[in-house]
């Protein structure tokens, strides 16, 4: 199995698919710094995905909820 490692900041007051993505803590960051609204969204978590192929990591990117849905 392959990992793909992500950072995500969960957002609680809408859909799973504004939730804030980036390959590290950094670029999350970023993104956060810019918004106005940051103060919405939770501290960066890293996540750690495990995949068997490319279809696999395509259903889970596609799926309801855009890849951005996770269980912390």
């Not at 504004?18 to 609204?37: C, F, S, W």
Request: overall charge negative.
């Amino acid at each position: 199995m392959a990992n793909l490692t992500i950072w995500i900041a969960v957002q609680h007051d809408d859909a799973d698919c504004y939730n804030v993505i980036g390959r590290t803590r950094k670029a999350v960051q970023e993104q956060l710094d810019a918004r106005p609204d940051a103060r919405r969204f939770d501290t960066p978590k890293k996540i750690v995905l495990s995949y068997r192929d490319a279809f696999d990591l395509f259903e889970w990117v596609t799926s309801e909820g855009g890849g951005r849905h996770v269980s912390l």
